[in-house]
Nanobody
Framework: QGHLVESGGGLVQAGGSLTLSCTAS????????MSWFRQAPGKEREFVGS????????SYADSVKGRFTVSRDNAKNTIWLVMNHLKPEDTARYYC?????????????????WGQGTQVTVSS
């Protein structure tokens, strides 16, 4: 049974930076495209960024492009989300998801495994 655990969330001032990590167990990590999503209170879960299984190609939501970076290390079963120039509107609970296949998409239904999330709060 796949298990994902996120960490690294916290409270940061606008303009600051945070790095989130997500470590997987119980799955063959290199079989999965990995993505980050976020969900603010009262809103739907939205796509943030994704990284392919092995090539390391990434894609991002327009709202975070140029500020956030997704990376992975298959030997460590871990992905990261480096968030720079944070804005109050980035405040949300951040989740990692694992999708079988080469590339992750912005469709939550594609993802077989989810973590419990980590809270990011950006103060103005």
């Amino acid at each position: 049974q796949g298990h994902l655990v996120e960490s690294g969330g916290g409270l940061v001032q606008a303009g600051g930076s945070l790095t989130l990590s997500c470590t997987a167990s119980g799955i063959t990590f290199s079989y999965y495209a990995m993505s980050w999503f976020r969900q603010a209170p009262g809103k739907e879960r939205e796509f943030v960024g994704s990284i392919t299984r092995t090539t390391g190609d990434t894609s991002y939501a327009d709202s975070v492009k140029g500020r956030f970076t997704v990376s992975r290390d298959n030997a460590k079963n871990t992905i990261w989300l480096v968030m720079n120039h944070l804005k109050p509107e980035d405040t949300a609970r951040y989740y990692c998801g694992a999708a079988l296949g080469m590339t992750g998409t912005n469709e939550t239904r594609q993802y077989l495994h989810w973590g419990q999330g980590t809270q990011v709060t950006v103060s103005s």
